[in-house]
């Protein structure tokens, strides 16, 4: 936090405000709600980036310099100060974007380090070859939830394969032909009858068809875990022979070597341990408080539970701030590696006392780890507070144990997947939950739940879109220009077969597209209105408006009816995009699923797919596969323009493809 103490400090002179102390109290805010108060108190312009705008802290603080307080912030936040837009800006440093991306990547490679330095011994599965001869640091630098394809002649949406893992892929695949072409060889010097001898022929011309190209689409499902699939495609595009092997992986890389917290401060906690001395019999909480507590579907509902219960647990000339990891965390923890790093201690609440200031903040927050609750332990702090009105201190360390530091994947590797990645694919977004829309009130006419018959017809304004983060990355740059013949191709293949392109065809891949979630901004001050109209809603869409999923109003209402209920168990809801295995299509669907307290459901699966765009990658190509497709692409111009001409060349070019004999 020096960084902000800099450059607050040349500003001292011009600002008389910052030299005068201050009192400053907050039962418990998001930062969001926050920043205009510390506006207004400090005469600064501040402002939050929008990714943490929903961390929640805790302030007590009398006779206070503005620096100091707005220094604490940033030190229980793990967040620093930077000038922006004639004011200050509470962010993630560089130095810990970087040292995430470091870690993470490092991690990775030196697991596939160790991995090829040691492979299975006497290994049978040749899939084994393949992932040996690719460099550590490409294996490692793929993201989590990212799929990135490899192949000998690629498009704009693939990687070169490496010249060893070709071989490999070929040793494969050529394996499997020679053993299929054997058998079908077999089956021919035992054939009498002519006419399945010349199917069986037929047959074993298709298999016997050599490989144009070889792929190799490598998949990160988690920090260990990994899956292979190798393909071969004939000239045509059709796909020929495929081998495939799973991988969970463990490194020795040892944990000590990884980045780690401070240790806890044993004064610290002593002095905790003191402040935390409350009468049993004191009960400052109003019973309208304790409803609030009650009901989870209220504003920064951890903040206001916890806070009152620190704040009698300091004296009043004590100056603290407490970060609060509150409800609207979940949306990133549902976007975390559900494992995290295997060895790491367990995570914890860090109370620091230091400069007259008393600090609890999550103790992994600035190495890019975020705070994952335990609901359970949660409960018992809301519970207790809520019937005595004091939280026990074996409730509060209870609770600080069971505080979970989760690896993000949020924000800092969209940076991965832009500056480290470069144009590979990465084929999911980052999970969304509904639950950010909790704290809105529900009008009577709503009731606890939207039924068949009764539909919530929500005003236009809260359908107004709402650009999400993060976005899908999966070609940053933008996609390459098109020639005449790619782009006759392209549109001939619309009313035609398609055939050979499979080849040359690589997916869109939401080139620098943002996808965006309709139904996520909340109506303000809107009413909400009963209906039975059941016309449906777009509710997300990619940029370009080509790709839309549309939802009816009445789930819609139902999703919604969800988030502003306090009679709900359960809610979650989701966006995602991606691309098919070879990057052929993407795809956006929306799940919701609403559980009652009844125990019924509420569960919807929409999307929407799109065929991929041509990449227009033809002059990339061989001379003699360049000819070859400029002819197709000729054939399919003059198939179009002439529906009713006869299509016997293309027939003829799929003699060979007929299915396997049965004897």
């Known amino acids: 936090m020096n960084q902000f103490r800099l450059i607050i400090g040349t500003l001292t002179l011009g600002v008389s405000a910052l030299?005068?102390?201050?009192?400053?109290?907050?039962?418990?805010?998001?930062?969001?709600?926050?920043?205009?108060?510390?506006?207004?108190?400090?005469?600064?312009?501040l402002s939050v980036n929008s990714q943490f705008e929903n961390l929640?802290?805790?302030?007590?603080?009398?006779?206070?310099?503005?620096?100091?307080?707005?220094?604490?912030?940033?030190?229980?936040?793990?967040?620093?100060?930077?000038?922006?837009?004639?004011?200050?800006?509470?962010?993630?440093?560089?130095?810990?974007?970087?040292?995430?991306?470091?870690?993470?990547?490092?991690?990775?490679t030196n697991l596939w380090k160790s991995w090829q330095e040691n492979p299975p011994v006497n290994s049978s599965n040749s899939v084994d070859q393949i992932m040996l001869a690719f460099p550590a640091a490409e294996l490692g630098r793929i993201v989590i939830g990212g799929r990135v394809v490899y192949a000998d002649r690629r498009n704009a949406n693939q990687l070169q394969l490496p010249t060893a893992a070709a071989t490999a892929v070929n040793t494969i695949l050529s394996a499997q032909q020679t053993a299929m072409l054997?058998?079908?060889?077999?089956?021919?010097?035992?054939?009498?009858?002519?006419?399945?001898?010349?199917?069986?022929?037929?047959?074993?011309?298709?298999?016997?068809?050599?490989?144009?190209?070889?792929?190799?689409?490598?998949?990160?499902?988690?920090?260990?875990?990994?899956?292979?699939?190798?393909?071969?495609i004939d000239a045509d595009g059709n796909p020929r022979f495929n081998a495939a092997q799973q991988y969970r992986i463990t490194g020795s890389t040892p944990v000590s070597e990884l980045p780690s917290a401070a240790p806890l401060d044993e004064e610290a906690i002593a002095k905790l341990k003191a402040f935390s001395q409350v009468a049993p019999t004191a009960n400052p909480y109003t019973s309208a408080l304790r409803q609030i507590l009650l009901n989870p579907a209220q504003n920064e509902p951890l903040a206001f539970a916890i806070a009152p219960a620190l704040t009698a647990s300091f004296p009043k000339s004590t100056n603290f701030v407490a970060f609060v990891?509150?409800?609207?965390?979940?949306?990133?923890?549902?976007?975390?590696?559900?494992?995290?790093?295997?060895?790491?201690?367990?995570a914890r609440l860090v109370a620091e006392s230091k400069d007259d200031w008393f600090v609890i903040k999550p103790q992994l927050l600035t190495h890019a780890w975020v705070t994952q609750r335990n609901r359970a332990a949660l409960g018992r702090v809301i519970s207790e507070i809520a019937q005595t009105g004091v939280i026990s201190l074996a409730t509060q360390l209870a609770y600080a144990n069971s505080v979970n530091e989760v690896f993000s994947t949020s924000g800092w590797e969209n940076t991965l997947a832009r500056q480290?990645?470069?144009?590979?694919?990465?084929?999911?977004?980052?999970?969304?939950?509904?639950?950010?829309?909790?704290?809105?009130?529900?009008?009577?006419a709503l009731g606890n739940r939207a039924t068949a018959q009764t539909v919530v017809q929500l005003p236009s304004s809260s359908l107004s879109p709402a650009v999400v983060n993060p976005l899908l990355f999966n070609s940053?740059?933008?996609?390459?220009?098109?020639?005449?013949?790619?782009?006759?191709?392209?549109?001939?293949?619309?009313?035609?077969?398609?055939?050979?392109?499979?080849?040359?065809?690589?997916?869109?891949?939401?080139?620098?597209?943002?996808?965006?979630?309709?139904?996520?901004?909340?109506?303000?001050?809107?009413?909400?209105?009963?209906?039975?109209?059941?016309r449906d809603a777009i509710i997300a869409r990619t940029q370009d408006g080509k790709t839309q999923v549309a939802m009816s109003e009445r789930?819609?209402?139902?999703?919604?009816?969800?988030?502003?209920?306090?009679?709900?168990?359960?809610?979650?809801?989701?966006?995602?995009?991606?691309?098919?295995?070879?990057?052929?299509?993407?795809?956006?669907?929306?799940?919701?699923?609403?559980?009652?307290?009844?125990?019924?459901?509420?569960?919807?699966?929409?999307?929407?797919?799109?065929?991929a765009q041509n990449f227009g990658t033809y002059a990339q190509l061989p001379e003699q596969l360049q000819q070859e497709t400029n002819q197709r692409a000729n054939e399919y111009v003059q198939r179009a323009s002439n529906p009713n001409q006869g299509r016997g060349g293309n027939e003829q070019r799929r003699g060979n493809r007929v299915p396997p004999p049965t004897s």
């Not at 802290?57 to 793990?78: E, F, H, M, R, W």
């Open 555 to 611: 789930d819609l209402a139902s999703l919604r009816a969800s988030q502003l209920s306090g009679g709900v168990r359960s809610r979650y809801s989701d966006i995602a995009g991606t691309l098919n295995q070879f990057g052929m299509s993407k795809t956006i669907s929306v799940t919701i699923q609403i559980q009652y307290p009844d125990g019924t459901r509420l569960v919807r699966r929409v999307g929407a797919t799109e065929a």
């Open 420 to 444: 480290v990645l470069g144009g590979s694919p990465s084929s999911q977004l980052s999970t969304f939950s509904g639950l950010s829309l909790e704290g809105l009130q529900i009008l009577a």
């Open 19 to 45: 030299a005068l102390p201050l009192d400053f109290e907050t039962p418990g805010k998001s930062l969001k709600n926050l920043i205009p108060d510390l506006s207004e108190a400090t005469g600064l312009k």
């Open 325 to 346: 990891p509150d409800e609207s965390m979940i949306p990133l923890a549902n976007a975390m590696i559900s494992s995290g790093l295997k060895g790491l201690p367990e």
């Open 182 to 232: 054997a058998g079908i060889d077999q089956r021919l010097n035992q054939e009498q009858n002519a006419e399945r001898k010349a199917r069986f022929q037929a047959f074993r011309d298709q298999i016997a068809t050599p490989v144009n190209k070889r792929i190799v689409s490598i998949y990160r499902s988690g920090l260990n875990s990994y899956s292979v699939s190798a393909q071969g």
């Open 56 to 108: 929640s802290v805790i302030i007590q603080a009398k006779g206070v310099l503005p620096t100091d307080l707005l220094t604490q912030i940033g030190n229980a936040t793990g967040l620093t100060w930077f000038q922006a837009d004639g004011g200050y800006r509470l962010d993630r440093s560089p130095e810990i974007e970087q040292k995430a991306l470091q870690t993470y990547f490092e991690y990775s």
């Open 476 to 534: 940053p740059g933008a996609p390459s220009k098109v020639n005449p013949q790619a782009q006759a191709q392209a549109q001939a293949a619309e009313t035609t077969e398609r055939r050979g392109q499979d080849m040359e065809r690589g997916g869109r891949g939401f080139a620098g597209e943002r996808t965006e979630w309709l139904a996520n901004t909340p109506p303000n001050g809107g009413t909400i209105t009963v209906t039975t109209q059941t």
